[in-house]
């Protein structure tokens, strides 16, 4: 637990956390090997395997950003879209092909007896 004391507060980089310019903790800031297999806890917390952390390398906390999605919105519609538009053809596809065989169905089944 970190207590910040009233006034001015701060976080570097490395996730050092200052209050009114004096130290009041630090953040463990690490990375996870791609792979990694982490366990939901439920209320969107999760716990990552014993000694999978390693320390931060390309990571560092930036004070005051905003964290941006890493899908292009435009893109992403376009492909579900595309998507729908796939899914749409082939019930169509399906569907003459249901038709189809219940009308071959319908006139070969009169002929057998």
Do not use: C, H
Not at 5 to 33: M, Q, R, Y
Not at 65 to 84: F, K, W, Y
Request: charged share 15%; proline share 6%; aromatic share 4%.
């Amino acid at each position: 637990m970190i207590n910040i004391l009233p006034g001015p507060v701060s976080i570097s980089a490395d996730g050092t956390i200052s209050s009114n310019g004096a130290v009041a903790g630090k953040l463990s800031v690490v990375e996870f090997p791609p792979d990694t297999a982490f366990t939901s806890m439920g209320n969107t917390y999760y716990s990552a395997p014993v000694k999978s952390a390693q320390p931060a390398t390309n990571s560092s906390v930036r004070q005051g950003m905003l964290e941006s999605s890493n899908v292009n919105p435009v893109e992403g519609m376009i492909q579900l879209v595309s998507a729908q538009r796939t899914a749409e053809m082939m019930q169509r596809t399906l569907s003459m092909y249901s038709n189809e065989m219940d009308k071959t169905a319908a006139q070969d089944l009169s002929k057998v007896g």
